[in-house]
């Protein structure tokens, strides 16, 4: 019997599912190179971070995260970006709470060993961001709309792909006048 080298992943026998597959690499990727980039398609960080936005994601510890934060952690079969609202400092055990922008209510509290990393940049529209600690006051307004309302966010959303897809529209129409 071969011995798996060590710092490699192994799985268990055909039980993983496809999402889980996704997590562990991702997760592994992240422990070797320090810095991950991971596409966005979920609303629940509403208005910081959008669908399709790219997350550049650093290895951190558990006591290096502050309040205001985006600790990146695995969820199940999942990968979550949320904002840290609580980090409990206990000599032996840590946690984080966390709550998504958009959603009403906070997460589970996250263990130290589901934690991956903080959200260091947001890449949207060839542009990085930083990610505040604090949300300004129109990104609180959609917040709290988002929180009370499903059927809001998705409007949201959609509204952000259309402006988007102007916004396209437009920088096509300009490289093409260019070139005649």
């Given at each position: ?57 650093s290895r951190t510890g558990a006591g290096e995260l ?115």
């Amino acid at each position: 019997m071969r011995r798996q080298p060590q710092g490699f992943m192994t799985f268990s026998s055909g039980t993983a599912s496809p999402d889980s597959i996704k997590c562990d690499l991702a997760a592994e990727s992240l422990l070797c190179s320090g810095t991950l980039r991971v596409e966005v398609t979920g609303w629940s960080m509403l208005p910081t971070i959008w669908p399709g936005d790219t997350l550049v994601v650093s290895r951190t510890g558990a006591g290096e995260l502050v309040q205001g934060e985006i600790a990146f952690f695995r969820r199940g079969d999942r990968m979550v970006a949320h904002r840290i609202v609580a980090n409990s400092k206990d000599a032996y055990w840590r946690e984080l709470l966390t709550q998504g922008d958009a959603l009403a209510d906070a997460d589970t509290p996250v263990s130290a060993g589901d934690l991956l990393g903080r959200v260091a940049f947001i890449l949207r529209n060839g542009r990085q961001a930083r990610p505040s600690r604090r949300l300004r006051i129109h990104e609180r307004a959609v917040t709290a709309l988002t929180r009370k309302s499903a059927l809001a966010a998705r409007g949201i959303v959609r509204l952000h792909r259309f402006y988007k897809s102007l916004q396209e529209s437009a920088r096509n129409i300009r490289a093409n006048s260019c070139r005649h």
